[in-house]
């Protein structure tokens, strides 16, 4: 199919074009080893994913999930949406792989091999809630530069690993440690191999958590190739950003970690509001750490039908970062009245909650539904797109579907 040099031959492309009954007019421009995506379901080029995940770029992959995607109660692998900075590792070898613990907060400098961290600390499963920082970023206006996530670079998978705190006090914790870093085996886009594609952790308070874990195993399997394997952080209720996939190497640190994607504008939002479009000088961004409050409708799905006379079922989840969700209001009337859900308690801390309700419709005709969630603070989902921010993170307004009532 590729000539020498990596690009598709004539005699394949000429059959292509036979296919598409059309002539693939800039084919020689085609980058080495790109298949026009017209010959690129999403299964074959994803192994193990869905093929109704939504494909934002292909280069590095990020991948969202529709939100009726997301309505099992733990997301399974092949729905969890797939956010990279850079190209995966090829050909991992889980024999070789090890993790060391080092840094200037670090009492030692430690390395384990995976089967020493089997082995040698006690195993915990919790299902934990991850979401990117720029979920929701299509809906800024000025529009922000980067992935334009909809609804769906959520999930909530159920992971099994050993607890950070537990590996770094075996390696010894410095009383000067105030942060983690991470650094995992994905390589640079540009190729070059002295660059991290990213970088980021957390507070040395979150890191010893007992939620914070050393994960191998999603849903009672591997990690998919894709969200890691075979071992990465998982931070629920944080930017999942700081949850480091194919995890090689932590870093104890006596400051906060300056790692790719920790400073400048990266997961950083000004720490007052701002006009949309402003430029805010740099000093003034702070670290995002715990998410805000969140919901979605995952069912039914956006443009259902249902005959007048019948009540509608209508679920799905909500997370609130650090906190619980404490209630889940929706609306038919854009928001002029509320009705509220049945919201349930989380499996475990850092989960997200499962909610439900039934719904009935006074007329035929077109309505939306909203969904609002509100936190243990009491503080809820803003209705319209909340504070305007350079990078397009932190978009945590009310989730809408269209439903239709038509003639019973
Ligand atoms: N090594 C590494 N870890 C990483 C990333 C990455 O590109 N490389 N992306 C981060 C970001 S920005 C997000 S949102 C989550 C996405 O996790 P997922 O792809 O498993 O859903 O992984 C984080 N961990
Ligand atoms: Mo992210």
């Known amino acids: 199919m590729w000539n020498r040099r990596g690009f598709l031959k004539k005699s394949v492309l000429s059959s292509m074009a036979t296919l598409l009954g059309a002539e693939i007019v800039f084919a020689k421009n085609l980058p080495p080893k790109t298949l026009p995506?017209?010959?690129?379901?999403?299964?074959?080029?994803?192994?193990?994913?869905?093929?109704?995940?939504?494909?934002?770029?292909?280069?590095?992959?990020?991948v969202e999930a529709p939100p009726h995607l997301l309505n099992d109660a733990v997301t399974p692998g092949d729905k969890m949406f797939i956010r990279n900075n850079g190209i995966p590792p090829e050909g991992v070898d889980i024999n070789q792989w090890t993790l060391t613990i080092e840094g200037e907060a670090a009492l030692s400098s430690k390395s384990y091999t995976l089967k020493e961290l089997k082995e040698k600390?006690?195993?915990?499963?919790?299902?934990?809630?991850?979401?990117?920082?720029?979920?929701?970023?299509?809906?800024?206006?000025?529009?922000?530069?980067?992935?334009?996530?909809?609804?769906?670079?959520?999930?909530?998978g159920e992971w099994t690993g050993v607890r950070l705190k537990d590996v770094l006090m075996d390696a010894g914790i410095g009383e000067n440690a105030v942060y983690i870093g991470y650094y995992g085996k994905d390589t640079h886009i540009s190729g070059d191999a002295s660059k991290n594609p990213i970088s980021r952790g957390v507070?040395?308070?979150?890191?010893?958590?007992?939620?914070?874990?050393?994960?191998?195993?999603?849903?009672?399997?591997?990690?998919?190739i894709m969200n890691g394997y075979?071992?990465?952080?998982?931070?629920?209720?944080?930017?999942?950003?700081?949850?480091?996939?194919?995890?090689?190497?932590?870093v104890i640190r006596d400051k906060v970690h300056d790692g790719e994607k920790m400073t400048g504008t990266s997961y950083r939002v000004p720490k007052y509001p701002v006009q949309p479009g402003t430029k805010v000088p740099e000093e003034d961004f702070e670290i995002i750490e715990s998410m805000p409050v969140k919901s979605l409708i995952t069912s039914p799905k956006s443009g259902a039908m249902l005959?007048?006379?019948?009540?509608?079922?209508?679920?799905?989840?909500?997370?609130?970062?650090?906190?619980?969700?404490?209630?889940?209001?929706?609306?038919?009337?854009?928001?002029?009245?509320?009705?509220?859900?049945?919201?349930?308690?989380?499996?475990?801390?850092?989960?997200?909650?499962?909610?439900?309700?039934?719904?009935?419709?006074p007329k035929e005709g077109y309505y939306e539904i909203w969904a609002k969630a509100t936190d243990s603070k009491g503080v809820s989902q803003p209705m319209v797109i909340p504070g305007w921010n350079p990078k397009g993170y932190l978009n945590n307004a009310c989730h809408r579907i269209a439903v239709k009532i038509t003639a019973s």
């Open 37 to 62: 995506l017209a010959f690129q379901p999403a299964e074959d080029i994803l192994p193990g994913k869905h093929p109704d995940l939504i494909i934002l770029n292909n280069r590095p992959w990020n």
């Open 307 to 361: 005959a007048l006379g019948k009540n509608l079922e209508v679920k799905g989840h909500a997370w609130a970062g650090d906190l619980e969700v404490s209630k889940l209001q929706l609306s038919i009337d854009f928001g002029a009245t509320w009705h509220e859900a049945n919201l349930e308690s989380p499996v475990n801390r850092l989960a997200w909650q499962h909610w439900n309700a039934e719904l009935s419709f």
């Open 121 to 156: 600390f006690e195993h915990h499963t919790y299902q934990l809630s991850l979401e990117c920082g720029g979920n929701g970023r299509a809906g800024f206006y000025p529009p922000a530069s980067g992935n334009q996530w909809t609804e769906g670079a959520v999930s909530c």
């Open 230 to 250: 075979p071992l990465r952080l998982v931070f629920g209720g944080w930017p999942a950003s700081c949850s480091g996939k194919w995890l090689e190497k932590i």
């Open 203 to 224: 507070p040395i308070e979150k890191a010893l958590e007992d939620e914070s874990l050393i994960a191998w195993s999603l849903n009672g399997e591997d990690i998919p």
